[in-house]
Structures are given as structure tokens and as C-alpha cells.
């Protein structure tokens, strides 16, 4: 993707430096558009430092995309001050999933205190009693406080956040799943896997 980009702005959204760097090598410019106040909430000041000293690479704190059309022409963003800025972009780039959209879950399986899920190692005994855990064994590695309810990806709480990480996981995840339905039925969160 980072040759086609080579004669274009890109824009990049969230915080995501290691990624902007890369791409600054072969792009134009790269236009980091961050919720935040600034990248020192969530990066190393070895990247920051990378990232200031690139100058082809802007970045944008405070701000959020406002509008686009049905083929990416360009793109409008609301600065931390109120203005609208527009730029001719044919790339966009998004990094989500930093915050989990969880709120659902709660009261049905843990959650730590950002609102990831819990799994397998991570839970602790009183999380496991209050989810009536029945199990003469512990949770899987990626299975919650629920027997039989697993969490592959981002929304777990000590997953690593890369996608090649949440597609082993969420293979990981059937071999977890046979196991359980091979499991009898105990008494508790679970009375039975059909």
C-alpha cells in the first residue's frame, strides 16, 4: 500500500507512529489525525521524537473526520479549535479498537477496568465465583468468566492488539469451543451445550 501512496498525501488516524513513520519513508506527507491531546499518552518518546523530526509527517491533535463521499476524493476534519481543515486524499488509513465498545457486556462476563474482556489466566477467583464458574478446571487462555463464552482480538483484555494475533487467537478459539463441547455439562453458568 505504501508504494501507491508514494505521490499523495496520507492521512492517519488515531495513534498509531510506528505506521506513520513507515509511510512517511514513501509517502508525500503524512497527516496523523489524533483523538487526543498529543501522542505522549500512548507512545515512546523515541518514536514522538521520530515522528516530530519527519517533516513530511504533521501531526494533528484534537481532532476527529467530519466528512468524505461514497470514493475518497478528500477528507474534512474538525481541529481541537473548532476549524475544518480539507485535503485531496485518495488514502486513509484508520487504527481502531483502542477503546473497547463493551459496555453490553457488563454484568454478563469480567471486564477489567477499561472495559476489556477477561480471559482464561487473567481472571481472578472472585470474578470466577461471582460468575458461578462450576468447572473442576480453570478457564481456557481465551475463554471469560462464562464457561463457553471466549474472546478472540482486541476486546481481550491481554491480547497483544495486532490483527495476525487476533486471527490466531480466534483459531485458537475452535479448538477451545470442541474441547468445551466435549466437556459434560456441570451445574452453574452453563447447564448444558447442545
Not at 488509513?93 to 474482556?117: E, K, R, S
Not at 487473567?122 to 462464562?146: G, H, K
Amino acid at each position: 500500500m505504501a508504494t501507491q501512496c508514494r505521490h499523495s498525501d496520507f492521512k492517519r488516524t488515531a495513534q498509531p507512529g510506528a505506521g506513520a513513520v513507515f509511510l512517511a519513508e514513501s509517502c508525500r506527507r503524512v497527516h496523523m489525525l489524533v483523538r487526543s491531546a498529543g501522542l505522549a499518552e500512548s507512545m515512546s518518546h523515541y518514536l514522538i521524537r521520530r515522528i516530530e523530526t519527519a517533516s513530511n509527517i504533521s501531526v494533528n491533535a484534537r481532532t476527529q473526520l467530519v466528512d468524505g463521499s461514497d470514493r475518497l476524493e478528500r477528507v474534512s476534519w474538525e481541529r481541537g479549535d473548532g476549524g475544518l481543515e480539507m485535503r485531496e486524499l485518495r488514502h486513509v488509513f484508520l487504527m481502531t479498537g483502542a477503546q473497547p465498545n463493551t459496555h453490553w457486556l457488563q454484568g454478563c462476563v469480567a471486564l477489567d477496568a477499561h472495559g476489556f474482556v477477561k480471559t482464561g489466566p487473567d481472571l481472578r477467583e472472585d470474578e470466577l465465583a461471582e460468575a458461578r464458574w462450576s468447572q473442576p478446571r480453570p478457564p481456557y487462555l481465551i475463554e471469560t468468566s462464562v464457561r463457553a463464552v471466549f474472546a478472540a482480538g482486541d476486546v481481550r483484555a491481554a491480547s497483544v492488539k495486532r490483527i495476525a494475533s487476533a486471527v490466531g487467537e480466534g483459531s485458537i478459539c475452535v479448538q477451545f469451543v470442541h474441547q468445551t463441547l466435549r466437556e459434560p455439562a456441570k451445574t452453574g453458568n452453563l447447564h448444558a451445550i447442545p
